[in-house]
């Protein structure tokens, strides 16, 4: 994810098969009540829809 993406704005990303896929928040950016920098896994052949909020929390789902 990109800290260039305006607020309310949403990232989906696929791992490709059949490797999971880490998915990092920008710099100092935290996803759900994550750690800052803290990335979260997208198992092989699943999806996720991430909605940023602020300049540095994304929701996912």
């Not at 305006?6 to 999971?20: E, G, I, L, N």
């Amino acid at each position: 994810m990109r800290s260039i993406h305006p607020p309310k704005s949403r990232c989906q990303p696929q791992p490709p098969s059949p490797a999971a896929l880490l998915v990092y928040p920008p710099s100092g950016g935290a996803i759900d009540a994550g750690t800052a920098n803290a990335p979260v896994t997208i198992l092989a052949g699943g999806g996720a829809t991430f909605w940023k909020n602020t300049t540095t929390q994304w929701y996912s789902e």
